[in-house]
């Protein structure tokens, strides 16, 4: 089992940065991918991008290449998202994910029913 657990999420202008955190706890964090998916009023949840084991390799939703970054701590059993030059558009819940039923080193897990554990979200919102 693991348990994730969000932060980071808040109110900022377009333009603006935030990072949010996602704290992993249950088996050994380095065992395993991580995601972030977000998913804004009305819509579906989406794929945002997700990183492999030892954080080498990397997959980006086209809409925020060049904007977000995803890092993780394997120390910290942490996931970050950097989000910069953030966009109405971006207003959303992010959602923390773990554990995908694979992830080759060219093809990520960009579908929800791939991935095991989720966590509880954090709300994004971007105010023009």
């Known amino acids: 089992q693991v348990q994730l657990v969000e932060s980071g999420g808040g109110l900022v202008q377009a333009g603006g940065s935030l990072r949010l955190s996602c704290a992993a706890s249950?088996?050994?964090?380095?065992?395993?991918?991580m995601g972030w998916f977000r998913q804004g009023p009305g819509k579906e949840r989406e794929f945002v991008t997700a990183?492999?084991?030892?954080?080498?390799?990397?997959h980006y939703a086209d809409f925020v290449k060049g904007r977000f970054t995803i890092s993780r701590d394997n120390a910290k059993n942490t996931v970050y998202l950097q989000m910069n030059s953030l966009k109405v558009e971006d207003t959303a819940v992010y959602y923390c994910?773990?554990?995908?039923?694979?992830?080759?080193?060219?093809?990520?897990?960009?579908?929800?029913?791939?991935?095991?554990?989720w966590g509880q979200g954090t709300q994004v919102t971007v105010s023009s």
């Open positions: 994910a773990a554990d995908p039923t694979y992830y080759s080193e060219h093809v990520a897990p960009t579908l929800v029913h791939e991935w095991k554990y």
């Open positions: 249950g088996r050994p964090f380095s065992s395993y991918p």
């Open positions: 990183i492999r084991w030892s954080g080498g390799s990397t």
